[in-house]
Each structure stands twice: as C-alpha cells, then as structure tokens.
C-alpha cells in the first residue's frame, strides 16, 4: 500500500489517496487548508514523444531498451503516460521502431502500461519547406491507407499525422479511420477546402497546431483558422515557449474550447541535453540553443523540442492565464479521454495509480507511477 497526500487544485481540500498494486483503492478529502503542501495532480499524458535524455524512437537507436529508458526518465518527471512518435522514414525503418515499441512492452509490464499505442508522424506530408519541417523530404511519399494497415501487423497504431493536400486524401483517411486508426491532421500545405473535406471523412485531431506550416500565411483564410474553427478537431499544442508565443497559446485553448486542446511536448532525444550543434541521425544537424530552441542549423526551422511535458506545465503556469486545474485538463484529463482511457488523468477510486505531486510554480515534488515511486 502507497500514500501519497497533496491539495485538490480545484478546491484547496486535502486529499490522502491510498494505492494498491497499480489502482487507487481509496482516496479521502479533507476540509482543511494547508497552503504549504504541495498540489495532488494526475500524472502527466504525453501524446507526442520523438525521444528523451538521449534515447530516440526513431533511427537506429529505437531498441527496446531505450523505449524502456525513457518510459522510466519520463516518469520520474511526472509523465507516467506517453506516446512514442515514429516520424518520417522509410516503411522498414518506421516497422524497426514499431517493433521494438512493441517489444519494450511485452517484456515490461510498466512500459505497457505507460505505452497505450504509437503515434506515426508522416511519411504522408507536405514536400514543401516550412510545412515539412524536420522530416526527411526523401521520404514523404502520397498518403497510403494500405501502408498504415501493415504497420499495424507490428505494433498498436493509435492516430497517424498527415497532410491532406492531394486528391485522393479523403478517400484514404477514411479508409484509415475504418480500420480503427485516428487520423490527426499536420506538416501540411492543404488548403482550407482540402482540411474540410479531410475532416469530413474522418479527422479528428491537429498535430502541434500553429507549427509545421509556412511561417507566413494569408490573412485569412489560412490553415490555422480552419482547424481552430472546426469543433470536430482537438488540437495539440506544444507549450515550451518557442513553438508558439504565449498570446497565440492562450488565443488556441480558448478557440478549441474545454477538451478540444492538449499540450504536448514534441520531445526529442535532445532534451535534457546540454546547448551545442548536433548531429541527429534523424533530423541531421541541428542547434540547441541557450534559451532551449531547437532548430535546423542554418534555418527557422524548428526541429521539435527539448523539454518535457511536465516542463510545459511550468511554462504555461507562468506564462498564461490558465490556472493549474485548467492546465491539469489539458495535460492529463483531456489527453487521457483521447486515448480512450478512462483509468488516467483523474484521481478516484478504480483508477490507475499516476499521482504528481507539484510545488507553488508548478515543478514536480513526488511522482508515484502505477502505485509505486519510480
């Protein structure tokens, strides 16, 4: 049995919740106040992770052993559930990933646990500089129901990112979406009628909206308003304080509105690292500056991010509006309803023991992942 007690941020009550094995079994509110404990928060839902602390999902160093690495790194940072993202590759080099996803799970129950499914960024994207990023402009390829449907021999596929700027887009993301995958829309050129029709046939999400797109747009229409304006599209966000200022961040959440927006941290094996000029064998060369941008070298480019989701906590603690039981919802509860799993991002009885205890700023104090600590 595990004890762990800290505020209710949305009332100041204390809670005491008792664990057993990977459940909570018993969670007790007390009436009194104590401002100096700490707040009692779920754990944290990453839906959006490329590598951490020196270990990548994608390339040659996608093992078991890393994907396993970075579950345990993540959770000692308060990320007890997360999303590898396989990126841009070619199809053998993307199942090398899946596989070895997979195998971190089935020889680790903790890794199964924190790994509800994988999320393939590309290869289905936008050619263009700007809209594709990072990504491998060797490897983008048309858009390819069939090639989704035989990576799924390999591993759970959870959602696939893409862009739908061709004709056949419609017709393929439906064919997608049939056979049980979600299809989140990014990296993309696709004019505001193609992001409908996209939709129309069964989109659901925007990848790190704001980003993978040209850095200057029409007024409007553009791909930025499209997405906001659809209901039917929960948009990621990354929140590390590059990927969008914090007045577009803000602007964003209160667009989609409760539980259309998430925060993600589009890590890369990069973060925690110290500043320099890498070189990535996913990505080539890239600079991680001072203030922790992530680019191309040589361009604007970003080339995702260095922190984690628990660090995007902070940041939009400090640099927003919202306030911490907001910020819960978009990191933990809203992300946890996405991948289908009512035991994360609550704290009650039947649910999976994933508790983060967070100081005045918002930095992790305690973390018990799966009713132990890590």
Not at 3 to 26: F, M, N, Y
Not at 53 to 67: L, R, T, Y
């Amino acid at each position: 049995m595990a004890v762990i007690e800290g505020r209710c941020p949305a009332t100041g009550d204390v809670l005491v919740v008792e664990a057993k094995s990977a459940d909570i079994v018993s969670v007790t509110r007390r009436t009194t106040r104590d401002s100096t404990m700490p707040w009692l928060v779920p754990g944290l839902v990453d839906l959006q992770v490329n590598g951490y602390g020196g270990h990548d999902v994608n390339g040659a160093g996608a093992s078991p052993g890393a994907i396993s690495d970075i579950t345990h790194k993540l959770a000692t940072a308060g990320v007890t559930t997360w999303v590898p993202t396989v990126i841009t590759a070619s199809e053998e080099a993307i199942v090398a990933s899946l596989r070895a996803i997979t195998e971190a799970c089935e020889s680790d129950p903790l890794v199964a646990r924190a790994v509800p499914y994988v999320h393939v960024e590309g290869p289905f994207l936008s050619p263009e500089d700007g809209p594709r990023g990072a990504h491998d402009r060797d490897q983008i390829r048309p858009l390819d129901a069939a090639e989704v449907a035989r990576w799924t021999r390999h591993a759970r596929i959870g959602y696939v990112t893409v862009s739908p700027h061709t004709d056949n887009a419609p017709a393929e993301i439906a064919r997608i979406v049939a056979e049980g995958t979600l299809v989140a829309l990014g990296h993309t050129n696709a004019s505001p009628q193609q992001l409908l029709a996209a939709t129309d046939a069964g989109a659901t999400l925007s990848t790190h909206l704001g980003n993978g797109i040209f850095a200057s747009l029409p007024r409007h229409p553009n791909q930025i308003w499209t997405q906001l304006a659809d209901d039917r599209l929960a948009a990621g966000l990354v929140g590390d304080g590059h990927h969008l200022p914090p007045e577009a961040l803000t602007v964003m959440v209160r667009a989609k509105g409760s539980g259309r927006a998430f925060l993600v941290s589009d890590s890369v094996a990069l973060a925690g690292c110290a500043p320099g000029v890498y070189h990535q064998p996913v990505g080539g060369d890239v600079e991680l500056d001072e203030a922790g941008r992530l680019t191309l070298v040589g361009t604007p480019f970003l080339a995702g991010s260095a922190v984690n989701l628990a660090d995007v906590v902070r940041y939009v603690l400090g640099h927003t509006p919202f306030g911490l039981p907001e910020v819960m919802e978009l990191a933990s509860g809203t992300p946890a309803r996405i991948i289908g799993d009512s035991r994360r991002g609550r704290i009650q009885c039947g649910a999976q023991a994933d508790l983060v205890l967070l100081d005045q700023t918002g930095g992790v104090v305690d973390v018990l992942r799966q009713g132990s600590r890590p």
